[in-house]
């Protein structure tokens, strides 16, 4: 079925914009959600170079009680590195990390590399880059929480990558007593620090597992999980739009909103679309695509609009009911469709090539803007 760009028509009923407006066309990028971005490629570089150190230890090292404790940390960083980076796909901006934590990741690949540094000294180091990782973890929810409810929501799972990263560091805290210890006096220290991480890696755990229950760690999520994750964020990106009380606010969010439901749009149409045709359809599926390109068209229109102007909030109007058209057909009918026809697997590779797709298109489209 097609719709009526209605606010195309709107148009014709409305002046022409006024001076005013004309100069606030919308720009489609917000320095703070891209300050944002940057320290979610930050964290998402240092992660890598957590990962890299801990296996660079486990060759390194041959006392068995840290090997093990070394172990288990680095099986929780790797399903990390997932968890943010489809955090940061779910955010919608792709960024290159600051240039100063470039050149940190650098120097610490050095000294790791470095045989004038005992283990004692580099496990002190990375205590400090997973102290870093706390931090910047915790910074980017409390700016979230300041810059839209829409973030909330993409970064909900790191959560658990914080909460994970406060229980390494106590682990990390006793293995530099027992590590330094050993370097120092060739004997093994007083064993209670093994019962001590214990006891502060069960308080961790506590917190870490009602934190669990809140969100999912979808590493390799289902494609309709994924999906449905992306129709939320657009419905309240859409929302904010409506109830936003000034126009920066409502510029902030449709930059936000135009970014993720273009990625979204043409990740549908590389990873899922081709795909699902053989069984929801020849002529359902091609429905799709075309109310996709139709919703691609009001969303380039408002984006020379002013967002104070009434033809912008007609625009958003019909933007919103046909997104709920849209997604309503995909969940309430692809859904059921790629339950019957797909195995888990299938669609869970089908989540993964989507992911793959949404950060190619986030990508260039950092890089254009
Ligand atoms: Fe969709
Ligand atoms: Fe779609």
């Known amino acids: 079925m097609a719709f009526n760009i209605g606010c195309a028509t709107v148009k014709l009923y409305f002046y022409g914009p006024t001076e005013e407006e004309l100069s606030m066309v919308t720009t489609l990028t917000d320095a703070k959600r891209t300050a944002i971005a940057e320290k ?127 229980a390494h560091q106590e682990q990390l805290k006793g293995l530099l007593e027992y590590v330094g210890t050993q370097e120092l006096t060739g004997q093994e220290p007083d064993q209670s620090i093994w019962g001590r991480m214990q006891d502060a890696m069960a308080a961790m755990t506590g917190v870490l597992g009602s934190a669990k229950t809140q969100t999912s760690d979808n590493e390799d999520a289902d494609i309709m999980s994924l999906i449905f994750m992306d129709h939320q964020k657009a419905k309240t990106l859409m929302r904010e739009i409506k109830n936003a009380s000034d126009s920066q606010k409502s510029e902030e969010y449709f930059g936000q909103l135009y970014k993720d439901l273009i990625v979204h749009s043409k990740a549908e149409e590389q990873a899922v679309y081709p795909q699902v045709r053989s069984f929801y359809g020849e002529g359902d599926t091609q429905d799709l695509y075309d109310e996709q390109a139709e919703m691609e068209s009001v969303l380039n229109q408002m984006k020379s609009l002013s967002p104070q102007s009434d033809e912008f909030h007609a625009c958003l109007q019909q933007l919103r009911d046909m997104v709920g058209h849209h997604t309503s057909q995909e969940e309430n009918e692809v859904f059921p469709a790629m339950r019957k026809n797909m195995s888990p697997e299938q669609r869970e590779q089908m989540g993964a090539q989507f992911k793959e797709a949404k950060k190619q298109l986030q990508t260039e489209m950092a890089s254009q803007m």
């Open 40 to 166: 979610l490629a930050g964290m998402r570089a240092t992660q890598n170079l957590i990962i890299n150190n801990e296996r660079q230890f486990l060759q390194d090292c041959r006392d068995e009680k840290v090997r093990s404790r070394i172990h288990d940390m680095l099986e929780d960083d790797e399903k990390n590195l997932k968890i943010l980076e489809t955090s940061i796909i779910q955010y919608g901006i792709q960024s290159e990390p600051k240039e100063t934590v470039k050149q940190l990741v650098q120097q610490v690949e050095q000294s790791m590399g470095s045989s004038d540094l005992s283990l004692y000294e580099k496990l002190a180091q990375h205590e400090l880059l997973k102290h870093g990782q706390v931090m910047t973890g915790l910074l980017i929810h409390k700016a979230g929480q300041v810059v839209g409810a829409d973030i909330e929501a993409a970064i909900a799972p790191l959560n658990t990558v914080n909460f994970e990263n406060r």
